[in-house]
């Protein structure tokens, strides 16, 4: 479990620039940090539908594991980009549901293509 913790802790390091930045959007522009898929998609129909996933900013969509003892679970990524699995580093087409490895010390999270602000292969 120390491993785990040790491994989320660095993560959370690695993105003290996207969040400063993210800060800088809330202040300055009135932007959530925490967002609704619909709220970067408004396009998408079927991501104002989707309420077990949210974007940490415009970038990062994270997929929390919502039922006990799950090892993986369906991700829906939005939009028309293509999404990478920060976990595997497999790219994605948006638009579409894909199952997400995810044990215990595995939180999926998916970014956009170029947009992983250095943490893949964290996760």
Same mark, same amino acid.
């Given at each position: 479990?120390?491993?785990?913790?040790?491994?989320?802790?660095?993560?959370?390091?690695?993105?003290?620039?996207?969040?400063?930045?993210?800060?800088?959007?809330?202040?300055? @522009?009135?932007?959530? &940090?925490?967002? $609704?898929?619909?709220?970067?998609?408004?396009?998408?129909?079927? =991501? +104002?539908?989707?309420? %077990?996933?949210?974007?940490?900013?415009?970038?990062?969509?994270?997929?929390?594991?919502?039922?006990?003892?799950?090892?993986?679970?369906?991700?829906?990524?939005?939009?028309?980009? @293509?999404?990478?699995? &920060?976990?595997? $580093?497999?790219?994605?087409?948006?638009?579409?549901?894909?199952? =997400? +490895?995810?044990?215990? %010390?595995?939180?999926?999270?998916?970014?956009?293509?170029?947009?992983?602000?250095?943490?893949?292969?964290?996760?």
């Amino acid at each position: 479990m120390e491993s785990v913790i040790v491994k989320y802790i660095k993560l959370r390091e690695s993105l003290r620039p996207y969040l400063r930045e993210l800060f800088r959007q809330a202040q300055e @522009e009135g932007q959530p &940090l925490v967002r $609704g898929l619909f709220y970067e998609f408004p396009e998408d129909e079927t =991501a +104002h539908s989707i309420g %077990d996933e949210y974007l940490f900013g415009p970038d990062l969509l994270v997929a929390p594991v919502v039922e006990a003892n799950a090892e993986a679970r369906d991700v829906y990524l939005p939009g028309e980009c @293509e999404w990478v699995e &920060l976990s595997t $580093g497999r790219c994605w087409k948006g638009g579409q549901i894909v199952r =997400a +490895h995810a044990p215990l %010390d595995v939180i999926p999270v998916f970014a956009k293509e170029g947009r992983s602000h250095g943490i893949q292969g964290m996760i």
